[in-house]
């Protein structure tokens, strides 16, 4: 047996494990391998778990729902509130840590009224180098990290759901909309919604992996190195500049490093990085 597929067998002995298991899910490449792979050894003894709120573009909810449908996935989507904390809108380093709990808060009370044993989530290897504070709080939280514990990297998973046929095995990957936020700005809705517009206007304008940049009055896009030749035209730069500015934003610019995921974070101190527990593992 292939090294993968020693990993795939360790990865449904870990779910059989858990029982009855609620699984955090967004919609992406990991959460969405979870949460079939889930299915497919837990039956019905599994609920996918979607939570609403500002900060997930509609795009994302609704491609997230249609997946779940396609595969017979039970799923379940549920208000969260982290808006009502003033920790998570003050957009400090620490803000997906306040963004987690407050979903995993939720996921709990949710287990607890409806008999479920176990939450996890799509936590995989290559995570565990990045900055990601929301790891902190599902530690706290004990919930479960399948694909981790079965030692699978983002390649191994994207491999997986290839050979499944799953559609989602080389989505884009993605991240709420907050992150889109430079730290220290406060979120609100008015940002989220400028955001999530303008990357809907990427989209349609045939663009596939790409992040729009809040810095106030500057949108910083970001598109992907092999889509940049396209971006870099003066006919773009009109489009853009008509897009953003009806947005509300004054000055547009196209970073040209490209798409590079948890860009924010490298205007991080270091000290914030190391408060988190992160940096270095």
């Not at 959460?31 to 837990?42: K, P, R, T």
């Not at 039956?43 to 709120?53: E, H, P, Q, R, Y």
């Not at 997230?64 to 208000?79: S, T």
């Not at 004054?250 to 490093?257: A, G, I, M, R, Y």
């Amino acid at each position: 047996m292939s090294d993968l597929g020693q990993k795939r067998l360790v990865l449904e002995e870990r779910l059989c494990a858990l029982g009855r298991t609620l699984i955090a899910y967004s919609g992406g490449t990991d959460s969405a391998f979870l949460a079939w792979a889930a299915h497919q050894a837990l039956g019905d003894n599994m609920l996918a778990v979607i939570a609403d709120s500002p900060s997930l573009a509609r795009f994302q909810l609704d491609d997230a729902l249609a997946f779940a449908r396609e595969h017979q996935i039970p799923c379940e989507v549920v208000r969260t509130n982290e808006f009502d904390r003033p920790d998570y809108v003050r957009n400090d380093g620490s803000r997906c840590f306040h963004c987690k709990d407050e979903l995993f808060t939720v996921m709990e009370e949710f287990a607890r009224n409806h008999t479920f044993d176990a939450i996890a989530y799509g936590v995989n290897v290559d995570d565990k180098g990045d900055f990601r504070p929301g790891q902190t709080a599902a530690a706290q939280h004990r919930v479960g990290a399948p694909l981790l514990d079965a030692g699978l990297s983002k390649a191994d998973v994207r491999e997986l759901a290839r050979e499944a046929g799953l559609r989602i095995w080389d989505k884009p990957a993605s991240a709420c909309l907050s992150s889109r936020i430079e730290y220290g700005r406060p979120v609100t809705r008015e940002a989220l919604t400028a955001v999530e517009r303008g990357e809907d206007a990427l989209r349609q304008l045939g663009f596939r992996q790409f992040r729009v940049r809040h810095h106030g009055d500057i949108a910083r896009i970001e598109i992907a190195r092999d889509e940049m030749a396209r971006a870099l035209t003066s006919e773009m730069a009109a489009e853009f500049s008509k897009t953003f500015k009806a947005l509300g934003f004054k000055f547009v610019t196209l970073d040209l490093e490209g798409f590079r995921s948890g860009s924010m974070n490298a205007l991080l101190p270091a000290e914030q990085l190391l408060k988190t527990g992160t940096l270095g593992d």
